[in-house]
């Protein structure tokens, strides 16, 4: 796994058990085993692993957004009690429960919410399981490397409007010139996208393919040297910073 910057912000083993001693609940040892390492952050652009919340799932628990029949893991007055541990970009929680064993899934676009049993996943990796989770429902494979960005307070960003009429060619190839002149650390590209990783960036610049005329850098303080760089690359090919 591609870590994005160095700068992440780890959680203390003791802070988490704490928690749990609070919540009455245990929180799965792969997931501890993660926030001690590398701390909160988002997983392949996709998913936000995050701290355990007690308190963000309170309001939901008066809403009838899911159903709460036999075949339902908790019912709708235990929402109210989950601690959340994640979500996706698209609004879906990752919880757990003092009386569940195992990791419940609360969806945004269904009404079923789903259990993850803990038999055999406390020692499995648990980008793995995230693996799983993002197979099952986008009903595609994790096919493109994986990579973890850190949240941190030194992030920053920059976005710059490419003009592909002056230029006379479109974002893809400003893409491969931009790789050729910073040989970046991870390439991630498809039909829509091209994420070039840098180390010294603490970052990565990303192409918007599906939007044509859209680029961005995102680095941390303290790397300006590489991001006047990049700036200067990027308007030298007909890219207007949007400051």
Known sequence: ???????????????????????RLTLPEAYVRFLVVHGPGTYRGWFNIEAPDPHVLKSFAEEE???????????????????????????????????VKGIIWLPRHSEIIELYAEDGMEHEDYT??????????????????????????????????????????ELPELARECKKSFEPNLQIENAHTCLLFLQGLGGYIRFNYAYRLEVAIFYEEG???????????LENHNCKSLI
């Open 65 to 99: 957004f899911w159903e709460h029949d036999a075949a339902s893991p908790i019912t709708q007055q235990q929402i109210a009690e989950c601690v959340s541990i994640g979500t996706t970009i698209d609004g879906d929680f990752l919880a757990v429960h003092p009386a």
């Open 128 to 169: 793995a399981f995230l693996n799983q989770i993002y197979g099952e429902k986008l009903a595609q494979q994790a096919a493109a490397p994986a990579y973890f960005e850190p949240w941190t307070q030194m992030r920053k960003h920059q976005f710059f409007h490419f003009d592909p009429d002056k230029a006379g060619f």
């Open 1 to 23: 796994m591609y870590i994005v910057s160095n700068n992440g912000s780890p959680i203390s083993a003791e802070k988490l058990r704490q928690l749990e001693q609070e919540q």
């Open 223 to 233: 790397q300006e040297p590489l991001l006047q760089q990049i700036t200067a690359f």
